[in-house]
């Protein structure tokens, strides 16, 4: 059983549309962060969010946290080619603050 | 100001041998967290560890698997034995402190190929 479920599993738009990727668990975290991965290479952290309720913006990308704290969302707006990669989110359970949880993955292709 | 360092960025083992991945952490970090990755699918925990401490080992395999963070060095995967189903990208990542309370960055990863 998956403690973080994502979806789409994948998800290939045209450049310029804009996506949502949900992250969703039963469980309560008391932070949830978003990676993106490209091929070869380890994830790179794009965000954290640590309150419910929560919305961070990187550029074209949103990021927003249940108000209980067992989901989140990454929206990306008007989606470009360099969005390309697999993105994971992964949390830390509450009262549990040894291990990070990771997501599915939801792996986005942006064609030009 | 390097970044987690894992080496070797490739391995290639025959069955039965031994594999040892390394991992140096972020300048500042006393934590490191090990990962699996296979084609496809997230990251799974392995083992969580602190400065010559084992934190948490829940995720790793009961056998043939090892890792230690010596006060000196870098910290280190031991797998012995291996098997083709050991064939995965194995990631580190560092932080300062618990993962509640600290964000943690990755390595590299080292793909380890069974033959």
């Known amino acids: 059983t998956q403690l973080l479920e994502q979806s789409p599993q994948f998800l290939s738009i045209q450049e310029g549309e804009n996506l949502t990727v949900y992250c969703n668990s039963s469980s309560v975290f008391s932070s949830l962060q978003w990676y993106r991965q490209e091929p070869g290479e380890g994830p790179v952290l794009l965000v954290t969010v640590v309150t419910g309720g929560e919305v961070k913006k990187l550029k074209r990308l949103t990021f927003q946290f249940g108000d209980a704290r067992k989901d989140s969302s990454l929206h990306i707006t008007a989606a470009q080619p360099g969005d390309t990669g697999l993105y994971l989110c992964?949390?830390?359970?509450?009262?549990?603050?040894?291990?990070?949880?990771f997501g599915t993955g939801t792996s986005l292709t942006v064609i030009p | 100001n390097a970044g987690v360092m894992q080496n070797p960025r490739h391995l290639v083992r025959r069955r039965g041998q031994e594999a040892r991945l390394r991992c140096s952490p972020m300048?500042?970090?006393?934590?490191v967290y090990w990962y699996r990755q296979l084609p496809e699918e997230g990251l799974k925990f392995m083992v969580y560890l602190q400065k010559e401490n084992i934190i948490d080992e829940s995720g790793m395999p009961k056998e043939r698997f090892s890792a230690e963070f010596p006060k000196e060095g870098p910290s280190i995967l031991r797998i012995q034995q291996v098997v083709r189903g050991d064939s995965a990208a194995y990631f580190c990542?560092?932080?300062?402190?618990?993962?509640?309370?600290?964000?943690?960055?990755f390595g590299p990863g080292t793909r380890l190929t069974v033959t």
């Open positions: 992964a949390g830390v359970q509450v009262n549990t603050g040894n291990q990070f949880y």
């Open positions: 300048k500042g970090h006393s934590h």
């Open positions: 990542a560092s932080s300062r402190g618990l993962a509640d309370s600290y964000e943690q960055y």
